[in-house]
């Protein structure tokens, strides 16, 4: 019992609250809301700029319509009395209202934007034949009705992917050159005195050997005598012999070793003096 007498007052205490709220019951037809841009109530035909009716009678919205509550009439190909080009008509249009499922794809099909579908309220029918539009109606209700936003040409743009916009070509910059270690280059006294040393006779390019080669030989010296030889030195030794120094001889810079005869003057060792013979030489 309690809990019975809990739930009544619970559901009195609801009905209290609300005796005192505003209204929002809106009396229709007296009081019509605003529509929004994509409600659809119904339909209209359409005509084209010139006055001419833009049906062609290609029967795409009935073939499409998954309802079947369209049906036309097609009156075949005839001569415009506006334009006086051969087109096609339609002779009867009919659409009923009361199977319609409003999914809109008669007014996508159509390839003139013949049909469109219309936003403006719809007053209360008391039979069923005031819901089926015939085609005197749906051209009156281009005039008396507001047309929704979509037709063919917009609804099928709207479903076609936009091209993506092509990339800006970027600005190739040339990279640049690596540094490379160069050698260093020469002054030219430096180069001028290289080729100098490098064509001079082997003769100004050793002074001692040059001295020594052009003294003449005395009378009685004997031994041979080779380029190679090491350069006597002007000191004497104890015994009255002379002794060969131990300094290596000069290195020529240009000089060859598989020179050929007379290229490179042979440097000749000064002959002993006169009295001594070559075995003594240490």
Same mark, same amino acid.
């Given at each position: 019992?309690?809990?019975?007498?809990? /739930?009544?007052?619970r559901?009195?205490?609801?009905?209290?609250?609300?005796?005192?709220?505003?209204?929002?019951?809106? !009396?229709?037809? !007296?009081?019509?809301?605003?529509?929004?841009?994509?409600?659809?109530?119904?339909?209209?035909?359409?005509?084209?700029?010139?006055?001419? !009716?833009?049906?062609?009678?290609?029967?795409?919205?009935?073939?499409?319509?998954? /309802?079947e509550?369209?049906?036309i009439?097609?009156?075949?190909?005839?001569?415009?009395?506006?334009?006086?080009?051969?087109?096609?008509?339609?002779?009867?249009?009919?659409?009923?209202?009361?199977?319609?499922?409003?999914?809109?794809?008669c007014?996508?099909?159509?390839?003139?934007?013949?049909?469109?579908?219309?936003?403006?309220?719809?007053?209360?029918?008391?039979?069923?034949?005031?819901?089926?539009?015939?085609m005197?109606?749906?051209?009156?209700?281009?005039? =008396?009705?507001?047309?929704?936003?979509?037709?063919?040409?917009?609804?099928?743009?709207?479903?076609?992917?936009?091209?993506?916009?092509?990339p800006?070509?970027?600005?190739?910059?040339?990279?640049?050159?690596?540094?490379?270690?160069?050698?260093?280059?020469?002054?030219?006294?430096?180069?001028? /005195?290289?080729? &100098?040393?490098?064509?001079?006779?082997? &003769?100004?390019?050793?002074?001692?050997?040059?001295? /020594?080669?052009?003294?003449?030989?005395?009378?009685g010296?004997s031994g041979?005598?080779?380029?190679?030889?090491?350069?006597l030195s002007?000191?004497?030794?104890?015994?009255?012999?002379?002794?060969?120094?131990s300094?290596?001889?000069?290195?020529?810079?240009?000089? =060859?070793?598989?020179?050929?005869?007379?290229?490179?003057?042979?440097?000749?060792?000064a002959?002993?003096?006169?009295?001594?013979?070559? !075995?003594?030489n240490?």
């Open positions: 019992m309690r809990g019975y007498f809990t /739930s009544a007052a559901a009195l205490a609801t009905s209290l609250r609300n005796v005192f709220r505003k209204p929002v019951t809106v !009396e229709f037809p !007296e009081v019509i809301r605003p529509r929004a841009e994509r409600y659809r109530a119904s339909f209209a035909l359409l005509h084209e700029e010139d006055g001419d !009716e833009a049906c062609i009678g290609c029967l795409q919205c009935e073939r499409i319509c998954p /309802s509550v369209i049906s009439k097609a009156g075949g190909k005839r001569e415009s009395p506006i334009t006086g080009k051969k087109r096609g008509y339609a002779d009867d249009f009919v659409l009923d209202l009361n199977a319609c499922i409003y999914c809109e794809l007014v996508q099909v159509c390839p003139t934007d013949a049909i469109v579908m219309t936003r403006e309220h719809e007053l209360p029918a008391y039979g069923r034949e005031d819901l089926v539009l015939t005197a109606k749906l051209y009156a209700n281009e005039k =008396s009705k507001l047309r929704a936003w979509g037709d063919a040409t917009r609804l099928n743009g709207m479903q076609t992917a936009p091209k993506a916009p092509k800006e070509p970027a600005a190739t910059a040339k990279p640049a050159a690596p540094p490379t270690a160069s050698a260093p280059v020469p002054s030219a006294p430096a180069v001028a /005195s290289a080729q &100098a040393t490098t064509n001079a006779p082997a &003769a100004a390019r050793t002074p001692a050997a040059s001295a /020594s080669a052009a003294a003449p030989a005395p009378a010296a041979p005598t080779t380029p190679s030889a090491p350069v002007p000191a004497p030794a104890s015994g009255g012999a002379t002794v060969a120094a300094a290596p001889a000069p290195v020529l810079p240009t000089a =060859s070793r598989g020179a050929p005869p007379g290229s490179v003057a042979a440097e000749a060792p002959a002993p003096p006169a009295g001594t013979s070559g !075995e003594g240490t």
